[in-house]
RNA sequence: GCCGAAGUGGCGAAAUGGCAGACGCAACCGACUCAAAAUCGGUCGACUGAAAGGUCAUGUGGGUUCGACUCCCACCUUCGGUACCA
């Protein structure tokens, strides 16, 4: 077996790749037959790409850990679903229009076809078969047709709504386009304002409490902590003020303001109401009317981050008008203040200065007063010894001061004392609210969905009718149209009859939200040419829930909630039957620009997986991306070790293709390491692989990639050492490599599948013979559980904590035993100083902790 | 600001409350080679020591525990989201 070397033909991916992702191809392996139901049902779910053109090394951080799930799934005998599409609408191509004046959807299609080829280069087990493109008539179709029925069912609405607005461009501009801490235009740098436009809403608000439950579904804690807080839920009340009599006004309007502590109402010494609120302009005294118009002025120019801000200094003005508190008779100041938001519970609130840091710092700042109404019980009857702002747990620890009727009550009893006081006086009521707002879904924009609506000056907003569907989008469209959304300037397409009373009419020229798009998109999959409605009920009830989705963390709050929302809408028409659409959620992290930024072209710090591949290959590229780290945890990009791979990847090659080569450089080469003989050799082999197959599935089942593919380099390490040896090519050695090959493949399918080939032809079986198989069609491995336990093993001992001596004992040695051999150990003895023992600790036999 | 997460060798990281640093990268030493590359074998947290060993060490400061990277409290830094990027 002399100059191995020079025989053995070297790892070269690129030879080897292409073949076999076209031979899959071509065996149809990755196409799933969605009524097979022989055996179970797996769908498995990774978020789908938009095609922003820049496709980088983030992608594949998503897209390989779950291309290696599907693989190990088939290989433990389930039926795996595992779709891809595009989410293929939305603002870059638009932007990329107005730009360089190529059209959205030539600039899209473009993109896509180049990620379709890198996403096969990638070697991923796609059902390429069943692809869903959201820009497709095909598929928008079905989103205005669910539009349509939401809208016939109330669950779609107009109301007024503001958008950021640039003046001079006379567009509504979405946040990305809003640049700079003094917040202006992109294009044209000037200060970007608010405008109110009537737009359509999705009434999310009502499932508000059942998306709050999150019963039956394996999601990360983290996740379901930010959607709750998002829908965030606050049950209180709301109560009525009045507005005040005065020399210039009449008063009377009432001023409703929702409050989760009623039991402050005595406290409120002055009222907030946000500066957009209805009734501002009428109460404002003639006085205030100047700085009142100024500060609204202002407020439009905030965002709402920098309005919620509490670091920076409160701000805000006087109306001039008062209220009077319902429960005392007192007349307090009516303010206006960015802090408090038209959106959320009614837009205004009473101020309790004392109990409230907001509120607190308002006042300081403005002198107005501040009055204690809570005390902590042993402060009961010296209030004014409070230190303020006192904002207590609620519990029942403190106690109503100063409050009427329901002094001295500790709370619950305060809140429910109040709230009855409020009913009693008719000033209101016990009321729930929510932060989430319904989901504004208007888009001034035209690369997206056509809202399916005709207005008519007669009839209103009328849908349309569902056999004229799908509305498509008309191309010729000036992008760079100003005044509301670029299909207004489509005149031919957006002037028609009214389809009820078939007088002049005019669409809808908004479009939808691309989070529409991506709310249902999974059902689609399973029948992307379904024409009978926008799913295929059989198919569904079937396949769905989805088993496991994968995607970014980012998409907390807004995609997965919506998806949720949604799938519980479609449930309400009748139309599926679950509640929830993903059964398990994994979020990995985010692989970030080596300059630890988000990965993006303007940037500049855009990792190219293609030169990656056509370098390393795309085994490698798959294997490092998923050794570097935790999956949930992404971080910078660098690519300083996938030469780590690279070698490893080699040394399989090398195990599998040469077992009987000598190494020139070891001396050691050809004799059994440790002065081993044959059995004992073979043992250790044995132990290695089914310890590594073991290790292997816990990890692939627990998503923890890096540690599965380093278990997997230390068996390689171990057999290494056999190579050449009397051990190698024998049948514990043979066991050996077709489990490594097995535990490989999922994720390294190529390389795996021409060792797993090669070794076929080996014993006379080659491509087409009938007997011949794919590695991804073999079944994982079974370990033999006795090769997992060893007959002796090492046990630390530890003296106060601290670790002093290692003892070989028996591994059936009971803990007297251990521990008379560890009380006669001399390290331990120096370590004890001659104090006697006290305790000995038997940490579950892993470790023994005597304390002296 | 608010909500969520992360912080461990020169670097990526590992560790059901139980031996801190598995597995890799880089670096260094050696073998092979005319030589280099590749490959193979080895060393590798810091300080101290001839060595055996000892001391310190998981963002900072406290706490719980026989024992804390892990649990609790406070803080610092970075990242994600914050409703029109997807």
Redesign the pocket.
Same mark, same amino acid.
């Given at each position: 077996m002399a100059d191995l070397?020079e025989r053995l033909e070297r790892y070269d991916p690129r030879q080897i790749e292409p073949r076999w992702q076209a031979h899959w191809e071509s065996l149809g392996l990755h196409t799933t037959d969605l009524s097979d139901a022989s055996k179970p049902r797996y769908y498995l779910l990774t978020m789908w790409?938009?095609p922003s053109g820049d496709l980088h090394i983030g992608h594949w951080y998503v897209q390989t850990p779950t291309d290696a799930i599907a693989r190990y799934k088939r290989a433990k005998g389930f039926n795996v679903f595992y779709p891809i599409g595009f989410?293929a609408?939305?603002?870059?191509a638009e932007n990329a229009a107005i730009k360089r004046g190529t059209h959205p959807r030539e600039w899209t299609t473009k993109n896509m076809e180049n990620m379709r080829r890198q996403l096969r280069s990638m070697g991923a087990s796609f059902d390429w078969s069943k692809e869903v493109v959201t820009c497709d008539p095909a598929y928008f179709h079905w989103n205005q047709w669910i539009f349509l029925k939401f809208y016939e069912k109330g669950v779609a609405y107009r109301k007024q709504a503001p958008?950021?607005w640039c003046p001079s461009c006379q567009v509504?501009?979405?946040?990305?386009?809003v640049e700079g801490i003094d917040r202006v235009c992109w294009r044209c740098f000037t200060p970007v304002t608010k405008r109110d436009?009537t737009?359509w809403f999705f009434k999310i608000t009502d499932y508000a409490d059942e998306l709050l439950s999150f019963e039956g579904l394996n999601w990360p804690?983290?996740?379901r902590?930010?959607q709750t807080?998002?829908i965030?839920r606050s049950e209180g009340a709301e109560v009525d003020f009045t507005v005040a009599k005065s020399a210039e006004h009449a008063g009377g309007e009432k001023l409703r303001v929702f409050t989760t502590r009623p039991d402050t109402l005595h406290g409120a010494t002055f009222m907030v109401l946000a500066p957009e609120h209805q009734l501002v302009e009428r109460i404002t005294s003639p006085a205030q009317r100047e700085s009142v118009a100024a500060y609204i002025e202002a407020t439009k120019r905030k965002?709402?981050?920098d309005r919620?801000?509490?670091?920076r200094e409160k701000s805000g003005v006087a109306t001039g008008a008062f209220a009077i508190n319902p429960v005392n008779g007192e007349e307090i100041p009516i303010w206006i203040a960015d802090y408090v938001l038209a959106g959320y519970g009614t837009g205004a609130i009473m101020a309790v200065p004392a109990h409230d840091e907001r509120d607190y710092e308002f006042a300081q700042r403005f002198g107005l007063p501040i009055r204690t109404v809570v005390a902590p019980a042993e402060l009961a009857a010296r209030p004014d010894e409070v230190p303020l702002p006192y904002v207590e747990k609620i519990s029942g620890a403190a106690v109503a001061v100063n409050s009427g009727s329901w002094s001295g009550a500790a709370w619950p009893a305060s809140f429910e004392q109040a709230i009855s006081a409020v009913e009693r006086a008719g000033a209101g009521e016990r009321a729930t609210t929510y932060?989430?707002?319904d989901?504004?879904i208007?888009?001034?924009?035209y690369w997206g969905t056509p809202i399916p609506i005709i207005h008519c000056a007669t009839c209103g907003p009328v849908g349309v009718p569902v056999e004229e569907l799908p509305v498509m989008l008309p191309d010729e469209v000036d992008f760079k149209q100003t005044g509301e959304s670029p299909l207004k300037s489509a005149s031919a397409w957006l002037n028609v009859p009214c389809p009820k009373c078939g007088g002049p009419g005019q669409r809808e020229s908004d479009t939808m939200?691309?989070?529409v798009d991506?709310s249902w998109y999974w059902y689609r999959y399973l029948s992307p040419n379904f024409g009978g409605g926008p799913v295929d009920r059989n198919l569904v009830d079937a396949w769905c829930p989805v088993d496991q989705y994968t995607g970014?963390?980012?998409?907390?709050?807004?995609?997965l909630l919506y998806s949720r929302f949604f799938t519980k809408a479609l449930r309400d028409l009748g139309l599926i039957a679950e509640s929830e659409p993903f059964t398990r959620l994994f979020n990995q992290g985010?692989i970030?620009g080596s300059d630890?930024?988000?990965m993006s072209k303007s940037r500049g710090n855009v990792e190219d997986p293609d030169a990656l591949v056509t370098r390393h290959g795309a085994d490698a590229v798959r294997l490092f991306l998923m050794?570097?780290?935790?999956w949930d945890?992404?971080?910078p990009w660098?690519g300083?070790?996938i030469?780590?791979?690279?070698?490893?990847l080699?040394?399989v090659w090398?195990l599998a293709l040469d077992p009987h080569g000598k190494?020139?450089?070891?001396?050691?080469?050809g004799t059994l390491p440790h002065g081993e003989d044959q059995a004992a050799g073979e043992l250790v082999i044995r132990r290695a692989a089914h310890k590594a197959i073991a290790g292997v599935e816990a990890d692939i089942e627990a998503f #923890?990639f890096?540690?599965a %593919?380093?278990k997997l380099?230390?068996f390689?390490?171990a057999l290494?050492?056999y190579r050449g040896s009397s051990v190698a090519g024998g049948a514990a050695w043979s066991e050996a490599i077709d489990y490594l090959l097995a535990a490989l493949s999922p994720m390294a399918p190529h390389l795996s599948e021409e060792m797993h080939s090669r070794l076929q032809a080996e014993r006379g079986i080659s491509i087409g013979d009938p007997r011949w198989r794919s590695i991804h069609q073999r079944d994982w491995p079974t370990v033999d559980a006795t090769l997992l336990t060893e007959s002796t093993r090492?046990l630390?001992i530890?003296v106060?904590?601290?670790?002093?001596d290692?003892l070989t004992i028996a591994a059936n040695a009971t803990e007297a035993e251990i521990e008379a051999l560890a009380l006669a150990s001399d390290?331990v003895k120096i370590?004890l100083e001659g104090r006697p023992v006290k305790?000995v600790?038997h940490?579950?036999g #892993?470790?023994v902790?005597i %304390?002296g």
């Amino acid at each position: 077996m002399a100059d191995l070397d020079e025989r053995l033909e070297r790892y070269d991916p690129r030879q080897i790749e292409p073949r076999w992702q076209a031979h899959w191809e071509s065996l149809g392996l990755h196409t799933t037959d969605l009524s097979d139901a022989s055996k179970p049902r797996y769908y498995l779910l990774t978020m789908w790409p938009y095609p922003s053109g820049d496709l980088h090394i983030g992608h594949w951080y998503v897209q390989t850990p779950t291309d290696a799930i599907a693989r190990y799934k088939r290989a433990k005998g389930f039926n795996v679903f595992y779709p891809i599409g595009f989410d293929a609408f939305g603002l870059p191509a638009e932007n990329a229009a107005i730009k360089r004046g190529t059209h959205p959807r030539e600039w899209t299609t473009k993109n896509m076809e180049n990620m379709r080829r890198q996403l096969r280069s990638m070697g991923a087990s796609f059902d390429w078969s069943k692809e869903v493109v959201t820009c497709d008539p095909a598929y928008f179709h079905w989103n205005q047709w669910i539009f349509l029925k939401f809208y016939e069912k109330g669950v779609a609405y107009r109301k007024q709504a503001p958008v950021d607005w640039c003046p001079s461009c006379q567009v509504t501009l979405a946040r990305e386009q809003v640049e700079g801490i003094d917040r202006v235009c992109w294009r044209c740098f000037t200060p970007v304002t608010k405008r109110d436009l009537t737009q359509w809403f999705f009434k999310i608000t009502d499932y508000a409490d059942e998306l709050l439950s999150f019963e039956g579904l394996n999601w990360p804690e983290p996740i379901r902590a930010m959607q709750t807080n998002w829908i965030g839920r606050s049950e209180g009340a709301e109560v009525d003020f009045t507005v005040a009599k005065s020399a210039e006004h009449a008063g009377g309007e009432k001023l409703r303001v929702f409050t989760t502590r009623p039991d402050t109402l005595h406290g409120a010494t002055f009222m907030v109401l946000a500066p957009e609120h209805q009734l501002v302009e009428r109460i404002t005294s003639p006085a205030q009317r100047e700085s009142v118009a100024a500060y609204i002025e202002a407020t439009k120019r905030k965002s709402e981050i920098d309005r919620l801000s509490t670091s920076r200094e409160k701000s805000g003005v006087a109306t001039g008008a008062f209220a009077i508190n319902p429960v005392n008779g007192e007349e307090i100041p009516i303010w206006i203040a960015d802090y408090v938001l038209a959106g959320y519970g009614t837009g205004a609130i009473m101020a309790v200065p004392a109990h409230d840091e907001r509120d607190y710092e308002f006042a300081q700042r403005f002198g107005l007063p501040i009055r204690t109404v809570v005390a902590p019980a042993e402060l009961a009857a010296r209030p004014d010894e409070v230190p303020l702002p006192y904002v207590e747990k609620i519990s029942g620890a403190a106690v109503a001061v100063n409050s009427g009727s329901w002094s001295g009550a500790a709370w619950p009893a305060s809140f429910e004392q109040a709230i009855s006081a409020v009913e009693r006086a008719g000033a209101g009521e016990r009321a729930t609210t929510y932060r989430l707002r319904d989901w504004l879904i208007s888009r001034q924009r035209y690369w997206g969905t056509p809202i399916p609506i005709i207005h008519c000056a007669t009839c209103g907003p009328v849908g349309v009718p569902v056999e004229e569907l799908p509305v498509m989008l008309p191309d010729e469209v000036d992008f760079k149209q100003t005044g509301e959304s670029p299909l207004k300037s489509a005149s031919a397409w957006l002037n028609v009859p009214c389809p009820k009373c078939g007088g002049p009419g005019q669409r809808e020229s908004d479009t939808m939200d691309t989070f529409v798009d991506s709310s249902w998109y999974w059902y689609r999959y399973l029948s992307p040419n379904f024409g009978g409605g926008p799913v295929d009920r059989n198919l569904v009830d079937a396949w769905c829930p989805v088993d496991q989705y994968t995607g970014g963390a980012e998409h907390a709050v807004m995609h997965l909630l919506y998806s949720r929302f949604f799938t519980k809408a479609l449930r309400d028409l009748g139309l599926i039957a679950e509640s929830e659409p993903f059964t398990r959620l994994f979020n990995q992290g985010q692989i970030l620009g080596s300059d630890g930024e988000r990965m993006s072209k303007s940037r500049g710090n855009v990792e190219d997986p293609d030169a990656l591949v056509t370098r390393h290959g795309a085994d490698a590229v798959r294997l490092f991306l998923m050794f570097m780290g935790p999956w949930d945890q992404g971080g910078p990009w660098s690519g300083s070790g996938i030469s780590g791979i690279v070698r490893f990847l080699g040394r399989v090659w090398t195990l599998a293709l040469d077992p009987h080569g000598k190494e020139r450089g070891d001396p050691n080469a050809g004799t059994l390491p440790h002065g081993e003989d044959q059995a004992a050799g073979e043992l250790v082999i044995r132990r290695a692989a089914h310890k590594a197959i073991a290790g292997v599935e816990a990890d692939i089942e627990a998503f #923890r990639f890096n540690t599965a %593919v380093a278990k997997l380099m230390e068996f390689a390490n171990a057999l290494f050492p056999y190579r050449g040896s009397s051990v190698a090519g024998g049948a514990a050695w043979s066991e050996a490599i077709d489990y490594l090959l097995a535990a490989l493949s999922p994720m390294a399918p190529h390389l795996s599948e021409e060792m797993h080939s090669r070794l076929q032809a080996e014993r006379g079986i080659s491509i087409g013979d009938p007997r011949w198989r794919s590695i991804h069609q073999r079944d994982w491995p079974t370990v033999d559980a006795t090769l997992l336990t060893e007959s002796t093993r090492e046990l630390p001992i530890q003296v106060n904590g601290k670790l002093r001596d290692k003892l070989t004992i028996a591994a059936n040695a009971t803990e007297a035993e251990i521990e008379a051999l560890a009380l006669a150990s001399d390290k331990v003895k120096i370590a004890l100083e001659g104090r006697p023992v006290k305790r000995v600790i038997h940490a579950g036999g #892993r470790l023994v902790n005597i %304390v002296g």
